[in-house]
């Protein structure tokens, strides 16, 4: 009962590099979201996908990309990292949006340093 | 776009006494309000959450109201134990979620 991973756990970058989070869930999970969570803040939604194939932007997409080639996973694409960026990711997923009360699974965040 | 405002960002409280956490949305279409605890290390998870259909909803020692006219909802934690510390999120949703700032709750035994 994995539920949704995250990899990696801990990352620094440096301004301009790209890297690619990574995140899988096995519990064939429709939508799966991206959040970032500054200090002191709560999470902003980054990017979601409803499906296979589709993805759509949240708050605050800018400088971000991601894909959803297959159900089990949703990467998350930093091309040039900015301090900016500095942030825990968190991916989660849930069967049905989650506006319908279904339950969210968090994966257990990336905690990302550009520098 | 929804905005969330939660209060207040820290709170200790003695164990055994209640902790209340209080948030505003600006949405009216907002329907859906959950509530998330983020333990050190962890990603959220939800504790207990209410529809705009329902003004009062209860689990155990945890409970959540709603205020659809004043657009207010606040989280109520009774008989707290030092596990109960950590952060709380609150959330609106309607087509998307927003989520509040955080509440660190400390419960000192």
């Known amino acids: 009962n994995a539920g949704v991973t995250q990899t990696p756990k801990f990352r620094i970058l440096k301004i301009g590099q790209s890297m690619t989070l990574q995140c899988t869930q096995d519990m064939n999970h429709n939508y799966m979201y991206w959040y970032r969570q500054d200090p002191g803040m709560g999470l902003k939604l980054i990017y979601y996908s409803v499906g296979a194939g589709i993805t759509d932007k949240g708050e605050v997409p800018n400088g971000y990309n991601v894909s959803r080639s297959t159900t089990e996973d949703f990467p998350l694409r930093l091309e040039l990292a900015a301090p900016s960026q500095t942030s825990v990711y968190f991916c989660a997923s849930s069967y049905r949006p989650l506006r319908s009360g279904d339950l969210a699974f968090f994966g257990q965040g990336t905690r990302l340093t550009v520098v | 776009g929804e905005n969330v405002e939660q209060h207040p960002s820290t709170l200790s409280v003695q164990e055994g006494d209640s902790a209340v956490i209080k948030c505003t949305y600006s949405?009216?279409?907002?329907?859906?309000f959950p509530w998330y605890k983020q333990e050190l290390g962890k990603g959220p998870q939800l504790i207990i959450d209410?529809?705009?259909?329902?003004g009062e909803k209860k689990d155990q020692r945890i409970a959540v109201t709603l205020n659809k006219t004043a657009k207010h909802f606040s989280l109520h934690i009774t008989e707290t134990q030092p596990e109960d510390s950590a952060v709380y999120f609150c959330?609106?949703?309607?087509?998307?979620?927003?989520f509040g700032a955080g509440t660190r709750l400390t419960v000192k035994p």
């Open positions: 949405d009216s279409a907002s329907n859906y």
């Open positions: 959330a609106a949703s309607y087509n998307d979620m927003r």
């Open positions: 209410i529809r705009s259909n329902v």
